[in-house]
């Protein structure tokens, strides 16, 4: 690596706040636009755009099955189809601004916000709060054996 930048994605029409990767050669973009950008890493080249929040799109994660998961300051996650780009269904619970969402091992998606911190069950998806209120998370992780980090201003919590 030169450390120099060799190609640019051009495109969105506000700032890009989250990226994801999957197994399949797509680089996903979420933007401050309110869409979501596929773009093909092999080729450099625009796929196609998701569409559907009404906020920034600020946090986007890859499932264990290739499905795409957007968080956004719309206080919604949706769950975009990883073969043609369809909605499949749009997760709600939070009250306030999502910022982040990370997977665990087992499927289970974490995600942290203005409101706190969430988790929600891949069998239905159903969410559970697991932190509510004082400080918001700006970050997660997911350890391999299931640990959930957080950041919070100056902090990073460990949760079981």
């Given at each position: 690596?030169?450390?120099q930048?060799v190609?640019?994605?051009q495109g969105?029409?506000g700032g890009?706040?989250?990226?994801?990767?999957?197994?399949?050669g797509?680089?996903?973009?979420?933007?401050?636009d309110k869409?979501?950008?596929?773009w093909s890493v092999?080729?450099?080249?625009?796929?196609?755009?998701l569409?559907?929040?009404?906020g920034?799109?600020?946090?986007?994660a890859?499932?264990?099955?290739?499905?795409?998961?957007?968080?956004s300051w719309?206080?919604s996650?949706?769950?975009?189809s990883?073969?043609?780009?369809?909605l499949l269904?749009?997760?709600?619970g939070?009250s306030?601004?999502?910022?982040c969402?990370?997977?665990?091992?087992?499927?289970?998606?974490?995600?942290?916000?203005y409101?706190?911190?969430?988790?929600?069950r891949?069998h239905d998806?159903?969410?559970?709060?697991?932190?509510?209120?004082g400080?918001?998370?700006?970050g997660?992780?997911?350890?391999?054996g299931?640990q959930v980090?957080s950041?919070?201003?100056?902090?990073?919590?460990?949760w079981?």
């Open positions: 690596s030169t450390g930048c190609h640019t994605l969105h029409r890009v706040y989250a990226l994801a990767l999957d197994r399949r797509k680089l996903y973009s979420g933007s401050d869409t979501i950008r596929v092999q080729e450099h080249t625009h796929l196609c755009t569409t559907g929040h009404e920034r799109v600020s946090a986007l890859v499932g264990l099955d290739g499905t795409l998961f957007s968080g719309d206080k996650i949706r769950m975009w990883a073969i043609n780009g369809a269904r749009i997760l709600h939070h306030r601004e999502i910022n969402l990370a997977f665990a091992r087992d499927g289970t998606l974490f995600s942290g916000g409101d706190g911190l969430w988790r929600w891949p998806w159903t969410g559970q709060i697991i932190k509510d209120g400080d918001y998370i700006q997660l992780v997911v350890g391999s299931g980090y950041s919070s201003k100056r902090d990073v919590l460990l079981t």
